[in-house]
């Protein structure tokens, strides 16, 4: 019995985790479209670009990511709009996200040697054209490392999304616990897998990380 009770959590655990992979790519590439806007923003020659990136990006990152969810799940509910937890966590994920990468990118282009943008306009590039063709392709090969390094956190930052009723693996675990009262199993299987999706990606950020150093 206690055989078949394992791989009934097991298999109902690896079955909302399809939803935490899922939340978390989606939140992550999308994360990373608003997050080069807001980049590109911050390092403008505008004034009133950079005071607004700013402070978009004080806002979500000096807010805790749970309230955001709140907001998005109920506070929008106050206007007479009805927003499902799928919409209200990938909306949350994905501007929290946005904020921590257009930063983490930010540093990486502020990391490019200033006789490069010297250089780029002593050929008569345009601001537009620096940055295409010489700073964000340098930029780029800088950010992989820390880039994929938080994609841990998107991955972590998903299970607070089981707080408005979004079935992911967290959710999924206190539901089975609820029914099989084997907080000790479900939750070591819940953390295990959590290990099992975030483990590889901190390896692999640690790896690019060390293999860009000695390239550099």
């Not at 998903?158 to 199993?185: C, D, H, Q, Y």
Request: glycine content about 8%; charged content about 10%.
């Amino acid at each position: 019995m206690s055989d078949f009770s394992f791989w009934i959590i097991l298999q109902n655990l690896l079955l909302a985790t399809r939803w935490t992979i899922l939340l978390s790519l989606i939140a992550f590439v999308s994360g990373g479209i608003v997050g080069l806007l807001v980049l590109l923003a911050r390092v403008s020659h505008g004034r009133v670009l950079r005071i607004l990136s700013l402070g978009y990006i004080e806002v979500f990152q000096g807010t805790p990511l749970l309230m955001q969810l709140f907001l998005f799940f109920f506070g929008v509910a106050l206007f007479g709009i009805e927003v499902s937890p799928w919409v209200a966590a990938w909306l949350a994920l994905t501007l929290w996200t946005s904020a921590f990468l257009a930063e983490i990118w930010r540093g990486c282009v502020e990391s490019i040697p200033k006789g490069q943008w010297e250089a780029s306009e002593s050929l008569a590039l345009s601001y537009g054209e620096q940055m295409r063709h010489v700073i964000l392709p340098q930029a780029l090969r800088i950010a992989v490392a820390p880039t994929v390094g938080f994609s841990v956190q998107v991955v972590k930052g998903t299970a607070l999304a089981s707080i408005i009723g979004f079935v992911e693996l967290t959710k999924a675990g206190t539901m089975l616990n609820n029914v099989t009262f084997r907080p000790f199993l479900v939750y070591t299987l819940v953390a295990l897998i959590y290990f099992a999706l975030c483990f590889p990606l901190s390896w692999y950020s640690k790896r690019l990380e060390g293999r860009l150093n000695v390239a550099r």
